[in-house]
């Protein structure tokens, strides 16, 4: 499955507990640019740059489906340089919280 289709099936991923209080726009700067809007619980996905984001995620396709699916861990890929973050770091830090990775796969 491409990251596109990953990023279009977070809506069905969401955990509306977690994001309950969160408004929020994340950035996904892949090869065709994606966007999130986060919304007290609810989610929705926009093709393209976003106006203007809290978080930006910066990484490979590749690297961002084994993100989004959990084959890969958020901070071993930021450490080991495969993920590039701009914006709000504590966001990013809770960013793996916010859905249900099984969803995703």
């Given at each position: 499955?491409?990251?596109n ?11 509306p ?24 619980g ?42 590039k ?21």
């Amino acid at each position: 499955m491409s990251v596109n289709n990953i990023i279009r099936k977070m809506p069905e991923a969401i955990n509306p507990v977690a994001t309950a209080n969160l408004q929020t726009t994340i950035q996904y700067k892949i090869t065709e640019p994606m966007y999130l809007v986060i919304n007290n619980g609810n989610c929705t996905v926009h093709d393209g740059i976003a106006p203007s984001s809290d978080l930006t995620l910066i990484m490979t396709d590749d690297n961002l489906a084994a993100l989004l699916t959990g084959e890969l861990n958020g901070i071993t890929a930021f450490m080991s340089g495969k993920l590039k973050v701009e914006g709000d770091m504590m966001l990013a830090q809770r960013l793996p919280g916010f859905f249900d990775t099984s969803k995703l796969a």
